[in-house]
């Protein structure tokens, strides 16, 4: 390592903690803090408002619908695109980065173009067939799904790649067929993988704002996400409920990081 | 016959990997497919294997047609390179999986195991990782996990390439005790001429696709097919056209009928022996002999000597001329 002279190692540390202080530690420590200005109270009344309620159990549903979805094809993709050769696999592969890379609120729109109940591509047949994609929850789980689509094949594909084919070749030159060979190979070498891209998806698909906004009409009780619900509270002024639902959301980040945390060094065993 | 190839051809895109190969496979034998990197004989086991597919030609096993059938339903036992541990589980795991794929019972499983462990000296290491264990060991579990499963034929990928000299050393001592004990067909790969000529009851020699030659270990050295498989089997030199062994170069100071007049331009000591190159019409050629030879000889830089093929020494005729091809 480059020998770097003391007051140029505390003028960068100084730089790295007040960056991060100014943009995120303060900021979240004083939503804490007007969360909890008069005790606990404001957090439990909040709570106890049906349509809070209402919001945070549809923002549980919508996030694990869409995590599971990206855990089944995420995986699955990955295998195919570090395993298979095949003609498009490169431009599959650039497609996939596409939603980290394109403004939610764009994902919302092009979902709304294709599957409005109107005059979009599939809507009308979708809506006579009793399905309802924009406005409901169908759309909801859509528009964060996508969102969420790289980041579990992102975390799994280096994985694969480094860890090879050996191991899957031996299991089948011992008996194993193709879903005994993923069962008891493939998927245990790449489990902290997994784990870590369900996290990060997780964190991602509770968070999302832009995306939900445009496809949901934003009905308390109904399609209003705990996302939505906050900038509606802020708006009406309701702060103090405001303040309080996002504090559960910066909890439930939280808490993914501290698993993510627990999780990593004991995946470099 | 236990395995019995028929006019295999594989192809990777332009390159021939194999070219029409025929070679049966002799039952209980230890049998090495020997040849230079890239020759086609890890491709031949793999495709012996299951593990890649031919683009024409059969494979049977034990008199069974294999050509079409997934590796796990051949019944074979692969060793690789590279040990392909299970690194998830622990080294009894490993030597399991194949009997409990195979849903065997479990005191019949933990028996076995540990029989299998005791046969490659690792039964104090049954609860380690593959990680807590060295290249050796690894490979020596590779290779018991392999044997668990009673496979019909054992297939070996340069099962010694990746260790060290000394551990490899031993190993290739130690698979050729095992297979004394174990007797089941075993093929393995390798381009270490030395150690398929120490281990192998019968050797098939492959070069750029084609089997040069199969015979015993004294057929290959004592009646090479050809300059390939005479150049590959140990170091030569090009004496009057042709091929021979640097050992089995008569040395005189003298002229003598038919001899091949030369000068000597180095002497190069090497422990016990002496390397001489000497410069003919014909080209340099080196000549081994012990260094009492030399000393007996009189000889150094800068004689004059006359050279000669010894009686009973094997030439064969150097149609490509290689100056001492060192395989290995």
């Known amino acids: 390592m480059v020998e770097v002279s003391t007051p140029t190692k505390w003028a960068l540390r100084l730089v790295a903690v007040g960056y991060v202080f100014f943009l995120v530690a303060w900021p979240t420590g004083l939503l804490a803090t007007r969360t909890f200005e008069g005790g606990v109270s404001n957090l439990v009344e909040t709570l106890a408002d049906p349509d809070v309620q209402s919001a945070l159990a549809l923002t549980g549903r919508v996030a694990l619908l869409a995590v599971v979805i990206n855990l089944l094809f995420g995986v699955t993709i990955s295998l195919l695109l570090v395993r298979y050769e095949f003609p498009g696999k490169r431009a599959l592969s650039a497609l996939i980065d596409l939603p980290l890379s394109v403004s939610p609120v764009v994902v919302g729109l092009s979902l709304v173009l294709v599957y409005n109940s109107r005059d979009g591509w599939f809507g009308p047949s979708l809506s006579d067939a009793g399905v309802d994609v924009i406005f409901h929850t169908p759309g909801l789980v859509m528009a964060t799904t996508f969102v969420a689509l790289p980041l579990v094949i992102r975390e799994i594909v280096p994985v694969l790649t480094e860890i090879g084919d050996d191991q899957e070749q031996a299991a089948r030159s011992l008996g194993a067929n193709a879903r005994q060979t993923f069962w008891r190979i493939t998927l245990p070498s790449i489990k902290w993988a997994v784990v870590y891209g369900v996290v990060l998806a997780t964190a991602r698909s509770v968070g999302e704002f832009g995306a939900v906004k445009v496809v949901s009409n934003n009905i308390s009780g109904q399609t209003q996400t705990a996302t939505l619900m906050v900038e509606e509270k802020y708006q009406n002024f309701a702060q103090d409920q405001a303040y309080a639902i996002a504090f559960l959301l910066v909890l439930v980040s939280i808490a993914c990081l501290v698993i993510v945390a627990v999780l990593r060094p004991s995946s470099e065993k | ?328």
Do not use: C
């Open chain 2, 1 to 328: 016959m236990s395995i019995d190839i028929t006019g295999v051809t594989k192809r990777f895109g332009d390159f021939v990997a194999l070219d029409d190969v025929n070679v049966s496979i002799p039952t209980g034998q230890l049998t090495a497919l020997l040849g230079p990197s890239g020759g086609g004989k890890s491709t031949l086991l793999r495709i012996i294997a299951g593990l890649d597919s031919a683009d024409t030609g059969s494979i049977r096993i034990e008199g069974t047609d294999a050509t079409s059938l997934p590796p796990q339903k051949r019944n074979v036992g692969f060793v690789f390179q590279h040990y392909a541990v299970f690194k998830h589980m622990s080294v009894a795991k490993n030597v399991a999986f194949g009997l409990e794929i195979r849903k065997r019972p479990k005191h019949e499983v933990t028996q076995r195991v540990e029989e299998l462990l005791g046969l490659v000296h690792l039964s104090q290491f049954a609860h380690r990782m593959p990680n807590q264990l060295s290249g050796g060991q690894r490979q020596r579990m590779a290779l018991a996990r392999a044997l668990a499963v009673e496979p019909t034929v054992l297939l070996l990928d340069e099962p010694f390439g990746a260790l060290d000299a000394k551990v490899r050393k031993e190993l290739r001592d130690w698979l050729r005790r095992l297979h004394d004990e174990v007797h089941v067909t075993t093929v393995f790969v390798t381009h270490d001429q030395e150690e398929a000529l120490e281990v192998a009851d019968e050797i098939v020699v492959i070069n750029e696709g084609r089997v040069e030659q199969i015979g015993s270990p004294e057929q290959l050295y004592d009646e090479p097919a050809n300059d390939f498989v005479m150049s590959f089997l140990g170091e030569v030199t090009t004496l009057d056209g042709r091929i021979v062994r640097p050992h089995d170069i008569e040395v005189e100071l003298a002229p003598v009928p038919g001899a091949v007049e030369g000068t000597v331009t180095r002497v190069l000591r090497v422990g016990f022996e002496v390397k001489l190159t000497v410069a003919t019409a014909g080209g340099d050629v080196t000549v081994a002999m012990t260094r009492t030879h030399l000393r007996g000889l009189g000889a150094d830089e800068g004689s004059r000597v006359w050279l000669y093929a010894a009686k009973g020494a094997v030439t064969v005729a150097g149609t490509a001329v290689k100056e001492t091809a060192v395989a290995g």
